[in-house]
């Protein structure tokens, strides 16, 4: 599916899209958007690992499961 969206763009802006967008500015918007989309989704990742490797509590819950790997089944 896609959506049709109006923007505004000033003078400077608009020549650049032109010029590097070649004949699709719209397929080229869309790339920067992706991309854009990709980049927040990994900070946001990164954040969340960065807070669950400094939170205490859940690193010591951690340990304590790790006991349960050794469950007697050996690996075939």
């Keep these: ?21 070649s004949s699709n500015r719209s397929a080229y918007v869309n790339q920067l958007l992706k ?3 990709r980049n927040f989704l990994q900070t ?4 969340a690992n960065q807070e669950e490797a400094e939170d205490t509590n859940y690193q010591e819950e951690l340990q304590a499961w790790d006991s349960t ?3 007697g089944l050996t690996n075939v």
Excluded: S
């Design 35 to 37: 991309q854009e989309r």
């Design 44 to 47: 946001a990742l990164r954040k």
């Design 1 to 21: 599916m896609t959506h049709r969206v109006t923007i505004t763009l000033d003078d400077e802006t608009f020549t650049f899209l032109n010029d590097v967008a």
């Design 69 to 71: 790997l050794p469950d």
